[in-house]
């Protein structure tokens, strides 16, 4: 598993091949994971960025994929452009993106409940 810091928060949204890259990095050198970072060796060592500031850019990325989405609707439908391709991809894209943050949303939430079911 990657360090929560070795992609960019909205990389893993805009850019799945970010994720792929990243495994692959660590997986040819492993210490990165240990550093958390996966750069090439002699960069000097990021902090990795908190949980908290993870999500904030993720629904912060999937707010502006929803506001770019109505613009190129709204656009569409009152005759500012006829491209209903580029306008039919923006609101996908961010149809998929509210999607991928519902689920991870879903995870956090059965996560934080199978814990507080342990005994300790």
Do not use: C
């Not at 958390?36 to 629904?59: D, M, W, Y």
């Not at 439908?77 to 609101?91: C, D, K, R």
């Not at 939430?109 to 342990?118: A, I, N, P």
Request: glycine residues 6%.
């Amino acid at each position: 598993m990657l360090p929560v810091g070795s992609i960019g928060s909205s990389s893993w949204l805009t850019n799945p091949e970010a994720l792929s890259a990243s495994k692959n990095a660590a997986a040819a050198d492993p210490s990165a994971l240990s550093q958390g970072t996966t750069g090439t060796a002699g960069s000097s060592a990021a902090q990795p960025a908190s949980f908290s500031k993870v999500l904030e850019n993720a629904v912060s990325d999937v707010n502006d994929k929803m506001q770019s989405a109505e613009a190129a609707k709204g656009q569409l439908l009152t005759g500012e452009t006829n491209n209903v391709h580029q306008s039919m991809i923006a609101v996908q894209e961010a149809n998929v993106a509210f999607s991928l943050m519902v689920e991870v949303r879903n995870k956090l939430v059965d996560s934080y409940q199978e814990l507080m079911r342990m005994s300790v």
